[in-house]
């Protein structure tokens, strides 16, 4: 990769994980590109920093916080991230796994909830399943669906695949591994980054709209489900999340590692890159900055182009 598009998105990242953590208060949502806590190539523990926690009553490991550089499970830069990253997996006993927990006040109406995921085996196969994955918390208990990566094959670990496990109209849960939006979440190689992105409707109880982003190719797919309901199903009922969890697998050994980057969860802004609910000189900056790369689109096309900067500028002032 060019030396000097990397810096730039490295640059924006960081820009970015730095001014949602200073507004997320004010806003009523929440970011981080994780650049704000301690990390070190051996891995930090997660727990305790920036209010994550284990959930009580489960069976969990922490995760950690690396650096990109040097890191022990070999992730490589994300190509739209800062310096630091997350991931997490459990010890290889089958019963215990890593979690990582934080509240958050979610609302009513249309949230999105966007990050970057990376999946790593550093074994021999055959593993189990499952790798990681991301949801809304309490699950069961709350207006909520899980987002899980897993194998596409136990016996070779060489590709994953990241489905949606949400609820029929009825409210019965998918099986695993979940409904599959199309070929775009399936067959995804190794240590590779990945935007996803979630649009979920509280008011009808759904999961409207998913998106995935080739991090490196900027190639993008969209998904818009009829039926994937949050739990309650069609008719809904169940209370508002409290908040989100990251998960990461175990394997046997331990070595189904998760990883995740710039997470982002509010209400829908796009031209807001820098999650402080109003399209400004610093968005456009942003923008700027990520030219020619996924990092600053705005209008899902996978790139950051004229169109992007003609849809911030009409999108100038106060989100809605």
Known sequence: MDSNRLTCRMSWSVCLGAVLLACQAATAQYGTGFETINASPGGTVLTGQDAYYIPAGTDSVDFYAYTYTGNVLSIVQNPCGGSQF?????????????????????????????????????AVPPTQNNIGSFSLQPYPGSASYIHLFSWVDINTADAWQAYYLAYDANG????????????????????????FRTTIDFDLNRITEVTITDLETGDTATFNPADWYLEGGQAGGMPIPTGFRFFGGGGTPSANYAA???LIIGTPCPADLNGDRTVNTTDLLLLLAAWGTPCGDVDGDGDTDTSDLLALLAAWGACP
């Open 172 to 195: 019965v849960a998918h099986a695993q591994p979940g409904q599959s939006p199309g070929t775009q979440w399936t067959n995804l190689p190794l240590n590779h980054w990945y935007r």
């Open 86 to 122: 997350v991931a997490g997996t459990g010890p290889g006993n089958g019963t215990t796994y890593a979690r990582a927990q934080r509240d958050i006040t979610w609302g009513t109406g249309v949230w999105v909830a966007t990050y970057d995921a990376a999946a790593q085996y550093v």
């Open 260 to 262: 995740f980057d710039n």
